[in-house]
Each structure stands twice: as structure tokens, then as C-alpha cells.
T-cell receptor
Framework: AQSVTQLGSHVSVSEGALVLLRCNYS??????LFWYVQYPNQGLQLLLK??????LVKGINGFEAEFKKSETSFHLTKPSAHMSDAAEYFC????????????FGKGTTLSVSS | GAGVSQSPSNKVTEKGKDVELRCDPI?????LYWYRQSLGQGLEFLIY????????KSGLPSDRFSAERTGGSVSTLTIQRTQQEDSAVYLC?????????????????FGEGSRLTVL
């Protein structure tokens, strides 16, 4: 079975600072990886995804993530944080053995201060 | 509809009562998922539907939990004899992707969830 570990349940940055949210996965087969964001009182929405091809993927709102197979990581970054980025972020991996559901991490809450 | 719709948005019930949570997926989406979101636990997979059948129900925590989907559209998650530990936000998501082994690349579209509180 596949699993996802998000390091740090809470990350705080200043506006304009670099955002780095960490995600490591466990998989015995090539994974498909996703980052979802949940703004307060809203449903989850897809930020970006890696399936095949280029390992650096760009998503909405200036976020990007790099798939590093050797490190089994898929960290999410944004060069300059904005107040509106405050939300909860979830990393997810496909359960390729079953070919069905996405397996999510426990989430990281991002706080942005002015 | 334009998005995934869930009802009720909030449900408060007494321990031991049964509850039904409804999900109306995006029209035409063949895949439907239920997840549970608890504080500090992230998103816990419950069950997945492809059409009206449920090829993966491995995440249902106990036999008090059941779900069905009719007409390839609306789904109902039923929790019988609710317990306090059932308190959580129950999220529904749908996807247009045809899923098959090793190739799940579909984006999931989530509803806003049903918050269940068991007193």
C-alpha cells in the first residue's frame, strides 16, 4: 500500500517569504502525485499534479512542485507568499495497486503573516 | 450541477441515532468517492464507486457504515447507531476519469462536506 507523509502540521511564513511544504511518499510502483488546497470553509481543489514527463510541475497561484524519485519527495514551493495563500494543503498519491482512490497526507496548515 | 453538492452541510445527532449524508456529483462523472476528515487525521478514504458498483469499500471503518449509489449519480452514506468518534466532516468527490489498474490520473472535484457532530 502507498502512503504519504507531510512533515510539519503547521508552517508559518511572512508575506513575501518562500513557502516550502514537504511531502514524502512510499510506493512500490511509479506514483502519481497531487497537491490539493483547502481554503477556510471551502472544499478541496487541485493545485497541481505529477503523472509522467517533466518532474517540475507548475500549478495555480504560482505554486510548483518537483518530483524527486531518489528522495521519494514531492515538495510544494512558492517563491513569495501572499496573505491569500493561508490554507490547508494536502499531498496525495495514487494507490496504484488498487487503481482507485487517492491516498492523502494529514495536511499542513499554512499561515501567512504581514 | 456546476459542482459537487452535499447535504446536509451540518448535522447534529444523538449517539445511537442513524444518519444519512447525501452527495450529488458533477453531472456525467462516473467515479464517486467518500472521504472522512477528522482533526489531525487528514483525509481518510472510505469508499469508491464506479458507476453504481463499489469496487473498493476497504476504508469503511465498521459495519455501521454503508453507502449506495443509484442511477450512476446520487450517493448516500449511511451511518447506523452513531458514536461520538464518528464526528467528522464527510467529504464527497467525483471524477470523470475511467479508472483502471495503475492509471489513476483523474482530478477529483470535492464538495464542501457534511459536518457531523454526534453528542
Amino acid at each position: 500500500a502507498q502512503s504519504v507523509t507531510q512533515l510539519g502540521s503547521h508552517v508559518s511564513v511572512s508575506e513575501g517569504a518562500l513557502v516550502l511544504l514537504r511531502c514524502n511518499y512510499s510506493s512500490s510502483v511509479p506514483p502519481y502525485l497531487f497537491w490539493y488546497v483547502q481554503y477556510p470553509n471551502q472544499g478541496l481543489q487541485l493545485l497541481l499534479k505529477y503523472t509522467t514527463g517533466a518532474t517540475l510541475v507548475k500549478g495555480i497561484n504560482g505554486f510548483e512542485a518537483e518530483f524527486k524519485k531518489s528522495e521519494t519527495s514531492f515538495h510544494l514551493t512558492k517563491p513569495s507568499a501572499h496573505m491569500s495563500d493561508a490554507a490547508e494543503y494536502f499531498c496525495a498519491v495514487t494507490d496504484n495497486q488498487a487503481g482507485t482512490a487517492l491516498i492523502f497526507g494529514k495536511g499542513t496548515t499554512l499561515s501567512v503573516s504581514s | 450541477g456546476a459542482g459537487v453538492s452535499q447535504s446536509p452541510s451540518n448535522k447534529v445527532t444523538e449517539k445511537g441515532k442513524d444518519v444519512e449524508l447525501r452527495c450529488d456529483p458533477i453531472s456525467g462523472h462516473t467515479a464517486l468517492y467518500w472521504y472522512r476528515q477528522s482533526l489531525g487525521q487528514g483525509l481518510e478514504f472510505l469508499i469508491y464507486f464506479q458507476g453504481n458498483s463499489a469496487p473498493d469499500k476497504s476504508g469503511l471503518p465498521s459495519d455501521r457504515f454503508s453507502a449506495e449509489r443509484t442511477g450512476g449519480s446520487v450517493s448516500t452514506l449511511t451511518i447506523q447507531r452513531t458514536q461520538q468518534e464518528d464526528s467528522a466532516v464527510y467529504l464527497c468527490a467525483s471524477s470523470s476519469s475511467k479508472l483502471h489498474r495503475f492509471l489513476n490520473t483523474g482530478e477529483l472535484f470535492f464538495g464542501e462536506g457534511s459536518r457531523l457532530t454526534v453528542l
